[in-house]
């Protein structure tokens, strides 16, 4: 009779603490299990935020792989596989925030409710490090398809491959530990069945560092390659800008970083792992954008939008009406402003400080020379071919030249160009 009545009394105390909070409130302050303070439409308009643009980019960049280049790549299918886990964390986001609510301080939880929650943290962190693993893998494979001459083994061939080990071999040993944190296997979630676990917010700690310093390199790669192209400041600035993007990774892993600290040592797991997950989402998003981010303006020139269409002919028969161009010859000088009109589709030649369509000219049968102007007919019309020349072009290989230099890029030529000019 007493054993039955200690069992239920063993019984009765066990589902009092169930159902009460899961971590101990501050002084004053009262567990509300039933509609917690929390800002659940923040997140919610975070994870949609993100979840937009990624998607937005994947799908470019997958247009653009299939429909101009027509070649996958190896870190093409590895940023879908990236992509798929991203999803999946996505997912577990939105679940976490409609199960109680997004930033609920852990004394607003029923201790029974914790497995749940911290089940959905342990999977939530696994899918990061894959997806995180294969994001800037994709991206370090990428640059050296992009930046790097084939066939040659330089510094930036030895700095890939080394970073793209690191993360590799660092990633694979954290979603190692972090599946070993306990034992069973099943108490990493689930605290109160007997077992022993070790501390694995240290672990995080590291992840976060680690990842800073590689989305460091991974930022600062090809800026030294474009910097030591032979162009102009003006179209390196250019180029440079577009990898830029990655300076917002740097700046997620840094606040990623700076928030993992107190997630380390605060026992309010359940709020403070919600401010962790949204920078590790933007950490995440950041990723797709590098890797994404290049095939934008691509995807931009083949849409097809009549409003952003006008828009753009209009611009371009506003800036070509106001060329001005100079012609010299020696001995004489003249001006000549050329008024195109509206040429929404004229071909052009570019440089950095012109923009000069090219039309159908007619000669101009009355002059007879023009050295020096002389025979220069003053009633000639805007549309008036006053000089033509005939350029021949003839290649010589090198044979030693270096072959670092020649394959740096695929815009280098091989060889070496003598023209010769013979005006008519």
Not at 16 to 24: F, I, M, S, V, Y
Not at 41 to 62: K, P
Not at 143 to 171: C, E, K, M, Q, S
Not at 352 to 360: A, I, K, Q, Y
Request: aromatic fraction near 12%; charge should be neutral.
């Amino acid at each position: 009779m007493s054993t039955f009545h200690s069992t239920s009394l063993l019984t009765t105390q066990r589902d009092e603490l169930l159902d009460g909070p899961a971590l101990t409130p501050p002084d004053g302050i009262e567990p509300n299990f039933d509609n917690p303070p929390n800002k659940t439409a923040l997140g919610y308009g975070i994870f949609s935020l993100c979840l937009s643009v990624a998607v937005v980019l994947v799908l470019a960049r997958t247009y653009v792989t299939w429909a101009y280049i027509k070649k996958v790549h190896v870190n093409d299918i590895m940023m879908l596989v990236a992509f798929g886990t991203y999803l999946a964390f996505v997912s577990l986001l939105f679940q976490q925030a409609g199960y109680v609510g997004y930033f609920v301080h852990q004394w607003d939880y029923r201790l029974s409710e914790m497995p749940h929650i911290l089940y959905l943290f342990f999977v939530a962190t696994n899918l990061f490090i894959v997806s995180i693993t294969f994001i800037k893998g994709a991206i370090l494979l990428e640059w050296l398809r992009l930046f790097h001459p084939l066939g040659t083994r330089d510094v930036f061939w030895w700095t890939v491959h080394i970073v793209l080990f690191i993360n590799f071999a660092f990633y694979s040993a954290s979603v190692i530990l972090e599946n070993l944190s306990c034992t069973p296997h099943e108490k990493i979630w689930n605290r109160s069945i007997p077992g022993t676990c070790f501390n694995s917010r240290p672990l995080d700690l590291t992840s976060a560092a680690i990842s800073l310093l590689l989305d460091l390199v991974i930022f600062i790669l090809p800026q030294r390659v474009i910097w030591s192209l032979q162009m102009t400041t003006k179209r390196k600035i250019g180029v440079a800008a577009v990898f830029m993007v990655g300076l917002i990774g740097c700046i997620a892993a840094i606040f990623r970083l700076a928030v993992t600290i107190p997630y380390a040592e605060s026992p309010d797991a359940t709020y403070t792992f919600c401010t962790v997950g949204l920078w590790t989402l933007a950490e995440m998003t950041c990723g797709v954008i590098v890797f994404c981010a290049p095939v934008a303006p691509k995807v931009a020139s083949n849409l097809r939008f009549p409003s952003t269409q006008l828009l753009l002919e209009h611009w371009k028969s506003f800036t070509s009406s106001k060329q001005t161009n100079y012609y010299s010859e020696p001995g004489s000088s003249w001006m000549r402003t050329m008024n195109t009109g509206s040429y929404s589709r004229s071909f052009q030649e570019i440089n950095d400080n012109d923009n000069v369509p090219l039309r159908s000219l007619a000669p101009e049968k009355n002059i007879t020379t023009l050295k020096n102007n002389v025979g220069l007919d003053t009633e000639h019309n805007d549309s008036t071919i006053l000089r033509t020349t005939v350029f021949t072009t003839s290649v010589e290989e090198s044979s030693g030249m270096n072959r670092t230099t020649a394959t740096q890029h695929p815009w280098v030529g091989t060889g070496r160009s003598a023209l010769q000019a013979e005006k008519a």
